[in-house]
């Protein structure tokens, strides 16, 4: 089955500056790629995804790449905000395998210091 | 639009007590469902899925179950909690297509289960 990797599991950036957000996924099959922001105390809520025929995707100050070959992904958020910070996942998924469900990142927490 | 609700928010329970979180979805019909659990500081670990009424299937083997009387209800149970079961529990649910899961999940506020 699925098995994604994320790093790093904590990252601090001063606010302002840029942050990245890795992940690495096993199943040549998985197409959709979507990330979620968790903030204290609450359900994670989509950001953005992406789909295996896209190589990136800009959202405002959010943007994911994605290298079908290397089979990687990640998350990068310029100009940080203190809003930014939460607790971020990746997670990937092969829409054609039925009822499966989203395998997830174990999350990284983004701390942007003012 | 579609909203999931799910309580109690927090639960303060003692170690060996019964167990029920329930969580509903409204404004969709036959969703996919999920609970998972998140340790102190941990990931997401999906515990429960739900593809139809009365279909459960377990990803961690454990003394907590789901059960899915309705459409759109979920609930998760235990009949004698463990210390270890203390967490953050989230109900999810996602379309259902013609391929299975589709696209985005949506989770719900969380219940937190503290057992002493």
Redesign the interface.
């Known amino acids: 089955g699925e098995n994604v990797e994320q790093h790093p599991s904590t990252l601090s950036v001063q606010e302002g500056d840029s942050a990245v957000i890795k992940c690495t996924y096993s199943d040549s099959a998985s197409n959709y790629f979507p990330w979620y922001k968790q903030e204290l105390g609450k359900g994670p809520q989509l950001i953005i995804d992406i789909r295996s025929n896209v190589g990136e995707k800009k959202d405002q100050r959010i943007a994911v790449t994605l290298n079908k070959t290397a089979k990687h992904f990640s998350l990068h958020i310029t100009e940080t905000q203190p809003e930014d910070s939460a607790v971020y996942f990746c997670a990937a998924h092969d829409r054609n395998s039925g009822n499966t469900p989203l395998v997830f990142g174990k999350g990284t927490r983004l701390s942007v210091i003012a | 639009s579609q909203t999931i609700h799910q309580w109690p928010a927090t639960l303060v329970q003692p170690v060996g007590s019964p167990l029920s979180l329930e969580c509903t979805v409204e404004g969709t019909s036959n969703p996919?469902l999920?609970w998972y659990r998140q340790a102190a500081?941990?990931?997401?670990q999906?515990l429960f899925?739900s593809?139809g009424i009365g279909q459960i299937s377990s990803e961690v083997p454990q003394n907590l179950s789901a059960s899915r009387p309705q459409d759109r209800q979920f609930i998760l149970s235990s009949k004698k909690l463990l210390l270890s079961d203390s967490g953050f529990y989230?109900c999810?649910w996602s379309k259902?297509g013609r391929?299975?899961?589709?696209?985005?999940?949506f989770?719900?506020?969380?219940s937190?289960l503290t057992v002493l």
């Open positions: 996919n999920y500081g941990r990931g997401l999906l899925y593809v989230l999810a259902r391929g299975g899961v589709t696209g985005e999940l989770f719900g506020e969380g937190r």
